[in-house]
Every structure is written in structure tokens, then in C-alpha cells.
């Protein structure tokens, strides 16, 4: 039976997504364990599954009070920034005493 290149997609991500070996999706689906590799190699796998334990992280842009306490005993205390500003203002102010 041949397959249109959108379903063959369907069954490269549906496997990656799956968690299981080639061969036990290909008895599950009734597939050739060879016909899916040449498919794999001609059609790509772009969309394989994240490792396990990753996660896209996403900023967000929401005012912080952070305070900061440095060795030397001096505390800062930051309000009113982004994540985001109090990350550039750090490392403006280690670039400028490094």
C-alpha cells in the first residue's frame, strides 16, 4: 500500500512521539520496519520528541523586587525592573569592574 508524503509524516512524528522502538510501532500499525527507515531517511524526522527533562523556558517581562546581598556584606535592593533589566544591569556592572 503507498503512502501520500503528509501521512508518512504523520507516522515519523506519531513514532517519535510515541516513545516506542521502530519495530513495536511498526506491528502496532501494520508498517515494515524497513519501509519506515527508507521513509525516515527520505522524509526526515524534524519532529522527534524533547528529551525527557527539558523544557522550553519563556521570560516573562513582569517588574521584580530582588535583593541582592554581595560578599562584602553591601545589599542592594532592586525594584520596579524586569527580569530582563536587572540580568543587563549585572552584567553591565561586572563588565565595567572585571
Not at 508524503?5 to 506519531?14: M, T, V
Not at 517519535?16 to 522524509?43: D, M, Q
Not at 530582588?66 to 540580568?87: D, N, Y
Request: overall charge positive; glycine content about 6%; aromatic content about 10%.
Amino acid at each position: 500500500m503507498r503512502y501520500h508524503p503528509d501521512a508518512i509524516r504523520k507516522f515519523l512524528s506519531a513514532q517519535a512521539y510515541s516513545g516506542r522502538s521502530v519495530a513495536k510501532f511498526c506491528i502496532e500499525h501494520e508498517l515494515n520496519v524497513a519501509t519506515f527507515y527508507s521513509w525516515r531517511k527520505k522524509y526526515g524526522h524534524q519532529e522527534e520528541a524533547p528529551p525527557a527533562g527539558f523544557c522550553k523556558i519563556i521570560p516573562r517581562q513582569q517588574a521584580v523586587a530582588k535583593k541582592l546581598r554581595l560578599p562584602s556584606g553591601l545589599e542592594l535592593e532592586l525594584s520596579g525592573m524586569t527580569t530582563m533589566e536587572v540580568t543587563e544591569l549585572l552584567l553591565a556592572i561586572d563588565q565595567a569592574y572585571a
